[in-house]
Structures are given as structure tokens and as C-alpha cells.
């Protein structure tokens, strides 16, 4: 008798919070309208290394491949250095740089080689001679493809994929982006919104930066398109706010600092060219953060 009471008044409770769940009304979530705008194309020159990236500082631009960063003058077009890794040296895949000071700071991986290893590579502008570096090692969050300043620290990117370099249980879409500080100690990150993600398939980022207006930037392996992505209020996950068409076929670029316009040096792989834009203002929808808007730490 009391084990069928007992029955009885599970049933009861059960039924009871399944009406109350039915009772319960959510608002429905409203996806964010993403803004399209177009890049301006303000300069292209050839460069015979323009392979997997390209960055700028006032008085040159920097075509980068695998193993080699040719230096040219920002007016002319004209090489004035090269530094060139011995081929299969300890430089396998620089794949982004840019330019802070009299340095350049660039990203290097082992792509294709798995397991994934890592390491920042820095170089003396002035000698375009390697100055020094820094092993990341073999790192679960993938391959680094870029990094920036952010704050008192640092933010980079990691990719994953579906085809040769990647992981059989790991896809493009475990592409991370990590927060870290000075000393590179991880202090958070994000996920890719699915709707960047997808345009990118089966690679992940190859570019990215941290913009005048405190947005994260992005660019995909092949589509000529930029991707501006927002913080969220809540969740783990960014938020694509914007997409600017931009005449490069993805790969990395990087944010002319010296310049006091919006002008971002990128690369077109097919054609083995260098060509620098300018772009447009991105508004920020309410109840969004720019990047640098956020506290470095939790408390």
C-alpha cells in the first residue's frame, strides 16, 4: 500500500511541473541583422611572396609565404629586403604578421604536420632579420593562424580541419579564439559564430585583428569577404555584427597603423599581389561590447 502511494505522488509531481513547464512562455529568440558593406580598394602592387599574407607600416608593406617576408616601399612597390627560412628549416608556415614599431610579429605553425604545434616569430623591420621567438608547442585549440594585442595582453586564433593538417575527431568547426595575458597565460575565449564558420568550411580563420573601433575582424581561407564580429553580453560564443566584401581571396591581412584612416593591407593568392583598402565604419548594435570594452579578469 505505501510503495503504491508513494507512486502515486510521483506521478502527481510529475504531471504537476509538466503542466507548469507548458504554462511557462519564452520569448522567442530574434536572430541580429547583419550589416553588408564593401571594402574600398586604394593601392595593389605585385609581390612575388604574396602567399599567405600581407601587413604595413608607414613606409612599407610586407608580403608574406610560408617561409619568406619581402619587404617593399610603400609608394613604389619596389623590394628592398628579404628574409627567407633554409627550405624544410624550423620556419614551416608563417601565417600572419604585422607590423608594431621597427618589429613585425608574425605567426608560424607546422601545418601540415599534425599534432599541431605553434610559435610567434618576431622580426627587426629596420634588418628584416629574425630577432626572436617564443614556442606555443602543441596546443588542443589547434593550429595558430593569428594574433593581436588586446588590452594589457593578447588574442589569437586557432584553426582546425576537415582536410589534410586537421584531426579525425576535431572538424573546422572546433576553431577557437583564445584571450591571454602578457605572458601568454590563457585567461579566456570564444567560439565562431556559425554564421562565419560555415563561410569558411572546411578551413577556419586565416586572418585576424583587433580594429581602431575595439571590433574583431576575421578572414577566411578563400571567399573574399571580412568578417566583424562583436562580444557577447552572455554566452561563449561571438557575435557577427557585419560583413564587408573585400577583393582579396581570404587569407590574412592586417590594419595599417600608421595610417589614421581605416586601411587594411591584404593579399590576392591567385594573382600573387599585395593590395591595401579602406573601410567602412561598423555600427554597434545595442547591447553588444567591443573587445576592449571587456575586463581581463573575473571577478
Known amino acids: 500500500m505505501r510503495k503504491l502511494i508513494t507512486l502515486q505522488a510521483l506521478i502527481l509531481t510529475l504531471l504537476t511541473h509538466g503542466a507548469m513547464a507548458q504554462r511557462l512562455e519564452l520569448p522567442e529568440f530574434e536572430p541580429l541583422a547583419i550589416q553588408h558593406e564593401s571594402a574600398t580598394e586604394i593601392a595593389r602592387f605585385p609581390a612575388r611572396e604574396a602567399g599567405q599574407a600581407a601587413a604595413a607600416d608607414a613606409g612599407h608593406f610586407y608580403a608574406i609565404v610560408n617561409t ?65 621567438s617564443y614556442s606555443l608547442g602543441i596546443l588542443d585549440d589547434g593550429s595558430l593562424t593569428w594574433y593581436d594585442r588586446l588590452g594589457d595582453g593578447w588574442i589569437a586564433g586557432y584553426a582546425h580541419y576537415d582536410e589534410d593538417g586537421g584531426l579525425s575527431f576535431k572538424d573546422h568547426s572546433f576553431a577557437t579564439i583564445s584571450r591571454y595575458d602578457n605572458d601568454w597565460r590563457r585567461l579566456g575565449g570564444w567560439m565562431i559564430p556559425e554564421t562565419v564558420i560555415a563561410r569558411m568550411q572546411p578551413h577556419a580563420a586565416s586572418g585576424g ?75 554597434l548594435p545595442e547591447g553588444y561590447s567591443r573587445l576592449t570594452e571587456l575586463p581581463q579578469s573575473f571577478r
Open 68 to 132: 619568406a617576408i619581402g619587404q617593399y616601399d610603400k609608394q613604389s612597390g619596389e623590394l628592398i629586403k628579404r628574409w627567407a627560412s633554409p627550405r624544410q628549416g624550423p620556419i614551416r608556415h608563417l601565417n600572419s604578421c604585422y607590423a608594431e614599431g621597427t618589429e613585425l610579429y608574425c605567426a608560424n605553425s607546422n601545418f601540415p604536420e599534425v599534432p599541431m604545434a605553434s610559435s610567434l616569430e618576431v622580426f627587426d623591420t629596420e634588418t628584416m632579420e629574425h630577432s626572436r
Open 209 to 283: 585583428a583587433i580594429g581602431p573601433d575595439g571590433l574583431l575582424y576575421l578572414t577566411g581561407h578563400d571567399r573574399p569577404e571580412m568578417y566583424v564580429l562583436a562580444a557577447p553580453k552572455m554566452g561563449p560564443k561571438l557575435v557577427h555584427i557585419a560583413t564587408i566584401d573585400i577583393d582579396i581571396e581570404g587569407q590574412a591581412f592586417a590594419w595599417d597603423k600608421s595610417s589614421d584612416e581605416r586601411v587594411v593591407w591584404g593579399i590576392s593568392r591567385p594573382n600573387r599581389e599585395v593590395r591595401a583598402f579602406r573601410l567602412p565604419s561598423i555600427n
